[in-house]
Each structure stands twice: as structure tokens, then as C-alpha cells.
């Protein structure tokens, strides 16, 4: 069963793709006339049939899943980020119906593509659940946040869409380099793809032992050289280089050690990209955005953001707390976790604020739509990898 729904997955990938290509063809191919002499290009519309497709094959991967193992496959760091990126999907192929925006889709799909291919290098065996996630709370509170955040990508999506479509990238500004620092990060995302497959590829491990945040003498396997080391650390594994630096024992090293490795490796592709395109990537793209009409696009951020923002206040604060006092006896406690899914909510509730009572419309609301969703993947990447807490489980 569980590898029938890994298959649904990798089904479900590929048909991200195929929308993607799709989407890509009706903004760039060739349109044809109709009867009436409206030039239309069908690409669109078939694109959108296939995600929804995707969708669904993503969903039977989810549900056999969780038939298979028990309990909501949303407990550990693969599980989560499959279904935020499935959940961003479902977003889309509920709006666009709404606005028929091929241009979202073609931001859309390729998203949902990334975080697909950045959980899947996460291990991916069933485990079973520690004493503090065996509750109906973990359904309820990790469901809904996920739902959440991948409504409010969909704000993210639109407004990374109406900001290139915007930006005079002719002229050099604290914009375009806000800009341009968005396409580092995904390529970052990129390259941590790269980088991990090739070192599955290449057999690489190398064993530390190291004293934990508990004091207590600790075992650490790395799957890329260390840059970094964890605490007190010593290398077990013959031939392997030795870390620069070492960290303080709340830092989960290993994880960090991979995040300076998808740095390198996404200035290595900006600045490949640079080199071969001659302007800024987003100057690249530009010029295929030219029909996009951005107060639509800005009226679509808007709305996903009131739709996604009410459900991950519910999932991410509300349930978290009730779980929290069944699980540690209080409802709140500092966690990192706990304090940037504060952040997060109070971010997007000023978003709201200065939205509704400031008129902070345009390209003020399209920068907040995407540091509010960049401050949900720290949350996701950074602070739940890489700092030490009662959520580290994940």
C-alpha cells in the first residue's frame, strides 16, 4: 500500500509538470481563431483539467497513505510538505475557475513541483507516532494549518506574479534586488534538490559524535560534507573532511550544514543564470507577462489571503493550543514553533489591517503576499529543522 501511493505521487509530479507545460504554451504558443474570429489558445483550459487531474491523483496518494499507516501521513517533515504542496494545488484549481489566469497557473504548478521535490528528500519510511502525537489532534491541527498555508502560497503565487509584471528592471533598485533575492531563493530550493540527489547518488555519509542540548553524548550522520559540525563533535568516518566551524548544541547542525549548501549551490545557478541571460532573471521574465492585468492579479492575492488566513489562525494558534494543554499540560510555552506561527499571524492580520483601513493596495500588498509566505518557509525550513524544540521531531 505504501508503495502503490508513492506511485500516485510520482504520477501526480508529472502530471504538476504536464500543467505546467500546458500553462507555459498557452501564454508563449500560438492562438487560433474562432468561428466568431476571437483568438483563443486551448492550451489553458487543458492545462487546467490536468491539474486538476494531479490533484486528485495527489489526494488518492494521501488517503491510501493514511489508510495504510494509521493515522494522517502529515507527522513528519516529507508527509507535511507533500500535503502543503498538495494543498496549494487544491487552492489553485478552486480559484481558477474564478479568474481563468493561465499566468497563475504557470507560477502555480511549478511551486507545488518544488516543495514536492524538497519533501521527497526527506526520508520517507513510515514510523510510528511518539506518545505526544498520538491524538485526533494531529489530524485536526497539522490539516488545517497545512490548508491554510497553502491558500495563503496562492497570495504568495499572485503576488510574485504582479511584482514582475510591474518592476522597471531597466533601473537599478532596492526593488529589483528584492526581487532578484526571491529568485535566489528558489533556486536555492533547486539547487538543495541537486545537491542532495547527487550525494545519494555519489553514497556519502559521515558520522559525528557529538554532546546533544541535553548534555548527553550523541550520534550524527551527515549526507553532505560538513562545513558545519554539531557541538563537541568528533568525526567517526575515515576520508571525510573536517568542519570549519562547530555549532552550539541547539543547533541541529546537520540541517544546517544543508542549508549552507543550498545557499552555495543557488548562487551558483543565479549567477550561471545572470551570466547566460545578461539582465536580472525576473527582467527575464517580463516580457511574457505583458497581458497580465495586475489589478486582477491583485485582487486574487487579496482574496486568498482572506480565505487562508481565518484557517491557519484556526489550525496553526487556536488547535495548536488545545493540543498543546493535552499533550504538555499548557497552552503556550515559547516553543520556536509556536512563537513564528505568532509572527506569522500577526504579519498577515497587519497585512489585512493596512489592506482594509490603509488602502494599501498594488505593489505594497504584492510585497507583503510574499514575505508573508517567505516567513512561513522559514518557519518550515530554518526554524523547524535547524533549531532544537519540542517540535523537532518533525
Known amino acids: 500500500m505504501i508503495q502503490l501511493s508513492s506511485n500516485f505521487l510520482h504520477?501526480?509530479?508529472?502530471?504538476?509538470?504536464?500543467?505546467?507545460?500546458?500553462?507555459?504554451?498557452?501564454?508563449?504558443?500560438?492562438?487560433?481563431?474562432?468561428?466568431?474570429?476571437?483568438?483563443?489558445?486551448?492550451s489553458g483550459p487543458l492545462g487546467y483539467i490536468v491539474s486538476v487531474l494531479a490533484v486528485i491523483t495527489s489526494l488518492a496518494y494521501f488517503g491510501i497513505r493514511w489508510y495504510a499507516v494509521g493515522f494522517a501521513p502529515v507527522s513528519n517533515m516529507f508527509e507535511y510538505t507533500t500535503f502543503l504542496g498538495i494543498c496549494m494545488a487544491l487552492a489553485f484549481v478552486i480559484i481558477y475557475p474564478i479568474y481563468k489566469s493561465n499566468y497563475l497557473g504557470l507560477f502555480t504548478m511549478p511551486i507545488v513541483m518544488l516543495i514536492i521535490a524538497y519533501a521527497s528528500m526527506f526520508p520517507r519510511e513510515v514510523q510510528p507516532l511518539i506518545p505526544a502525537l498520538q491524538s485526533e489532534w494531529l489530524t485536526i491541527h497539522?490539516?488545517?494549518?497545512?490548508?491554510?498555508?497553502?491558500?495563503?502560497?496562492?497570495g504568495f503565487a499572485g503576488g510574485l506574479l504582479y511584482l514582475i509584471r510591474v518592476i522597471d528592471f531597466t533601473k537599478a533598485s532596492k526593488k529589483v534586488k528584492a526581487l532578484e533575492f526571491i529568485m535566489f531563493s528558489l533556486?536555492?530550493?533547486?539547487?538543495?534538490?541537486?545537491?542532495?540527489?547527487g550525494f545519494e547518488m555519489a553514497d556519502y555519509e559521515a558520522t559525528f559524535e557529538y554532546i546533544n542540548e541535553r548534555g548527553n553524548e550523541a550520534v550524527m550522520v551527515y549526507n553532505k560534507p560538513a562545513l558545519i559540525g554539531p557541538n563537541e563533535g568528533q568525526l567517526m568516518t575515515e576520508n571525510r573532511i573536517d568542519p570549519w566551524l562547530s555549532t552550539p548544541a541547539i543547533i541541529r547542525s546537520d540541517d544546517l550544514n544543508t542549508v549552507i549548501w543550498s545557499i552555495l549551490g543557488g548562487l551558483i545557478l543565479y549567477f550561471g543564470l545572470r551570466l547566460i541571460l545578461r539582465k536580472p532573471i525576473g527582467g527575464a521574465i517580463q516580457p511574457f507577462l505583458k497581458n497580465v492585468n495586475p489589478q486582477s492579479v491583485d485582487e486574487l492575492s487579496y482574496r486568498a489571503i482572506a480565505i487562508g488566513f481565518p484557517i491557519f489562525t484556526l489550525g496553526g494558534l487556536i488547535f495548536a493550543m488545545i493540543w498543546a494543554q493535552i499533550a504538555w499540560t499548557r497552552f503556550w510555552g515559547w516553543d520556536p514553533k509556536e512563537v513564528w506561527a505568532l509572527i506569522t499571524f500577526l504579519f498577515y492580520a497587519a497585512y489585512l489591517h493596512l489592506r482594509l483601513s490603509r488602502g494599501w493596495h498594488g505593489e505594497r500588498s504584492?510585497?507583503?503576499?510574499?514575505?508573508?509566505?517567505a516567513i512561513i518557509m522559514f518557519n518550515l525550513i530554518f526554524v523547524n529543522l535547524v533549531i532544537a524544540g519540542l517540535h523537532s521531531y518533525a
Open 11 to 42: 504520477i501526480a509530479f508529472f502530471l504538476y509538470l504536464a500543467a505546467t507545460i500546458l500553462f507555459a504554451v498557452s501564454i508563449t504558443g500560438k492562438k487560433f481563431r474562432t468561428k466568431e474570429g476571437i483568438e483563443k489558445n486551448r
Open 142 to 154: 497539522v490539516i488545517t494549518v497545512a490548508i491554510g498555508q497553502g491558500i495563503l502560497a496562492i
Open 187 to 197: 533556486l536555492a530550493f533547486v539547487a538543495y534538490i541537486l545537491l542532495a540527489i
Open 366 to 373: 504584492a510585497w507583503m503576499c510574499v514575505i508573508g509566505f
